[in-house]
């Protein structure tokens, strides 16, 4: 082995042992613990996979995961769609392009929690004001107290912050494509959708499988914006998996048990991200 070789491993090796003692060796002591009723402290006892079979009886949990995937469905949807619109209009040749790259990025290096407080006093205050001079009933009270619509208000807030770091990626595949290839179709008489369709959104394909999959797998962790918004409710309304183990395992005392559900939705994005991978993968080989 040359001194160079070895100088690569000495590289190395620091992060894989940061990595083992903040990561990997976490994990382990979680899944031990998923199988004991460790209140988080003290002595425990082993209880195998008593709380894993819970879980499946625990409506709390179902309904958790029920509202977890519909807000990270509905926002990746929302978030790519209204991302590859923005990403198109700013790689066309328009005034002050560059400029717009920048303000359209801004949301993305915001707090969380203090864009969450913003738009909870705006849905508590301004929305209502609005809604009730232009006569919409139906916006004219805080959405965030009613157990029917307090999820769109999280949508709008993730997907407005989303949208940024997806942007970006989408104008990375934009600069991919060949000008000629965009010019050629326009001389052969091909008009904006038909370009679109046939050419560009094949040629960003892997851009847009990198965006769903990050969306949802980011969506699916969603905590920091119930917290600011509506802290799980009204009720239970809003309460995601990740703010279900939060308050369980390090408020209610439920630690042994919220700890078996963090494994099990940890097993659960992987299989969804790998899934998804897959899938998408597959359709841009067959695009």
Known sequence: MTRTARAFYWMVI????LFAVFHTLPVLQG????????????AHAFVGLRNYLNLLRDDRVL????????????????TNAIALAIALGLNARIRLRTTLRGVFFIPNVL???IVGYIFNYLFANALPAVAQ?????????????????????????????????NVIIYLAGLQTIPGDVREA????????????????????????????????????????????LTNGGPGTATTSVSLLIYQGGLEGGEYAYQTANAVVYFLVIVAVSVFQLRVLQRREMSA
């Open 31 to 42: 899944f031990y613990y998923s199988l004991t009723d460790s209140p988080g402290y003290g």
């Open 111 to 113: 707090a969380i929690l």
């Open 133 to 165: 001079a232009l006569g919409i009933t139906a916006l004219s009270s805080n959405i965030l107290v009613n157990p029917d619509l307090a999820w769109l208000g999280i949508v709008v807030v993730a997907v407005w912050q989303a949208v940024a770091f």
């Open 63 to 78: 309904d958790a995961y029920v509202f977890t995937f519909q807000f990270a469905i509905v926002a990746t949807v929302l």
């Open 185 to 228: 179709a326009t001389v052969d008489g091909a008009g904006a959708w038909r370009q679109f369709r046939s050419i560009v959104f094949p040629l960003i394909a892997p851009f847009f499988t990198i965006n769903m999959v990050l969306s949802l797998k980011n969506f699916l962790q969603v905590f920091d914006h119930i917290v600011a």
């Open 14 to 17: 620091p992060a894989l042992v």
